[in-house]
C-alpha cells in the first residue's frame, strides 16, 4: 500500500488546528489492515490532546490494535501539557506508525525510536516537502529557539520609504494597506521600534476594509529605550504591549520565543528593519513597491553591513502579487553557498509555511 493519500487526508485535517502558538498542527488517521478509515484527529491547540490521541479517543478500547496511524509529524516523545503519543500508540496496539516529518524539538523527538524498540515498524518521510512547508514557521521555531520573523517595509520603486520631508501616507494604495492588516492578523506578534511609535503613533491593529477590529489581533511588540507618551494609540490595542527595553534583537527573539510566539511581523522603520537584516534574523521579507519615485535620503533599508558586492544578502523570490497598482514580493534568504539559480515565480513555491498568510525619528509609512 502507498501512504501518499492517507497522509494527505492527514495533512487537511491538521489544517483544522490553529496557525498560531507555540504548537504545531498536526492530523493523524488511523487505518484498519485493510486500509480503510478507523478515526480521524487533529491537534487544536496547546493543553488539548494531540492528534493521535485525538484520534485513539474516538475508538473502542482495542480499537486500534494492528491498526497503521499516519500522521504528519513523528510522534512526540515527552511529558508537555500531555503525555507522550509514541507511547499512547504503543499502548493502544498499533502495528504500524506512518508519519511525515521528523519532530526537530530537542525534548519532544525520538517517537519513531521509542515505537521502533517496542516493535512497531515505523515509515518516516511520507509528503516530506509538503509537510516541511505547510510546518514552516513552526519547524523554525523548534529549530533555531526563535519565531519565524517576517520582515515588511513599503517604498518607492526607487526604494524610498517616505518623502525627502519625511511624509509618507500613503506610498501604497488601498489593496496593498489591506493586505499588510490581513498578514497582521496571520502572526503572532507585530514588532516596532520606539522611533515608529513616537513618529506615527501606529494603533499596530489588523482591521477589515471598513476599519473593524479583525477577529484576531497581533501582539504589539515595542522595542527599544526611549519612554513612550502614556496616551500613544498602542495602549488601545486589545492586547497588552510587551515591551522589550533593549536594542539586543537576540535577546528580543529569544524572549518572544520564551512567550510561546510562533511568527512575528516586523513592521518598524528603516532602523529597525535593516537591524533584523543585519542580524541575519529574518525568515521572509514581505516587500510592499509602489510605482512611484520619490529619491532622497529617505530610504527602505540603511546599512547592512555590507562592504562589497561579495557580502551581499541574496533573495530568492518565492511569489509576487499584484495589488491593485502595487506589488507584494515575498522573498526568503538564500544560504551562503547556495546555487546562483533563479526560482519560477509563476508557479510559486510555498517556503516555510507562508502561505498562511490568505496566501532621529522620521515617519516610517506605518500603516496604524
Given amino acids: 500500500m502507498t501512504w501518499e493519500a492517507p497522509m494527505r487526508t492527514a495533512l487537511e485535517l491538521a489544517a483544522n488546528g490553529p496557525a498560531r502558538g ?13 486500509g480503510h478509515v478507523l478515526a480521524e484527529g487533529w491537534h487544536r491547540g496547546v493543553g488539548t490532546a494531540h492528534a493521535e490521541v485525538d484520534a485513539l479517543s474516538q475508538l473502542p478500547d482495542g480499537g486500534a490494535r494492528g491498526a497503521t496511524a499516519v500522521v504528519t509529524l513523528e510522534p512526540c516523545n ?37 515505537l521502533r524498540e517496542a516493535g512497531v515498524e515505523v515509515i518516516g518521510g511520507v509528503l516530506r516537502d509538503e509537510i516541511d512547508a505547510f510546518l514552516g514557521d513552526w519547524l523554525t521555531a523548534a529549530r533555531l529557539g526563535r519565531p519565524y520573523i517576517v520582515v515588511k517595509w513599503a517604498s518607492s520603486l526607487d526604494g524610498r520609504a517616505a518623502a ?29 521600534g520606539t522611533g515608529t511609535v513616537l513618529a506615527d503613533d ?64 516586523v513592521e518598524g522603520g528603516p532602523t529597525l528593519a535593516s537591524a533584523f537584516v543585519a542580524a541575519s534574523l529574518v525568515d521572509e521579507y514581505a516587500i510592499y513597491l509602489a510605482p512611484t ?16 558586492i ?8 518565492i511569489d509576487v502579487e499584484r495589488l491593485g497598482g502595487d506589488l507584494l514580493i ?11 539559480t533563479a526560482a519560477p515565480i509563476d508557479d510559486p513555491v510555498d517556503v516555510a509555511g507562508a502561505d498562511i498568510f490568505p496566501t532621529p525619528p522620521i515617519p516610517t509609512g506605518q500603516e496604524g
Fill in 293 to 308: 519615485l520619490l529619491g532622497g535620503p529617505r530610504v527602505a533599508l540603511g546599512d547592512l553591513g555590507v562592504e562589497t
Fill in 330 to 340: 515575498r522573498a526568503v534568504p538564500v544560504p551562503d553557498g547556495a546555487p546562483r
Fill in 78 to 114: 515527552h511529558w508537555g501539557h500531555t503525555g507522550p503519543c509514541s507511547e499512547a500508540l504503543i499502548e493502544a496496539g498499533v502495528a504500524r506508525v506512518v508519519y511525515g516529518t521528523d519532530d526537530p524539538g530537542h525534548h519532544s523527538s525520538g517517537g519513531a525510536q521509542r
Fill in 22 to 34: 507555540v504548537n504545531p498542527r498536526v492530523g493523524c488517521v488511523i487505518l484498519d489492515p485493510e
Fill in 164 to 192: 525627502a520631508d519625511g511624509t509618507s501616507k500613503w506610498i501604497t494604495g488601498a489593496a496593498a494597506r489591506q493586505r499588510v492588516h490581513e498578514q497582521r492578523e496571520a502572526s503572532d506578534a507585530i514588532v516596532v
Fill in 310 to 317: 561579495a557580502d551581499q544578502r541574496r533573495l530568492r523570490v
Fill in 202 to 265: 501606529p494603533s499596530l491593529t489588523a482591521r477589515g476594509d471598513a476599519g473593524e477590529l479583525m477577529g484576531t489581533q497581533p501582539t504589539p511588540v515595542v522595542v527599544g529605550t526611549r519612554a513612550i507618551p502614556k496616551d500613544a494609540a498602542v495602549f488601545r490595542h486589545p492586547n497588552p504591549v510587551v515591551f522589550e527595553g533593549t536594542h539586543d534583537l537576540d535577546e528580543v527573539v529569544a524572549d518572544l520565543h520564551q512567550r510561546g510566539f510562533r511568527r512575528v511581523y
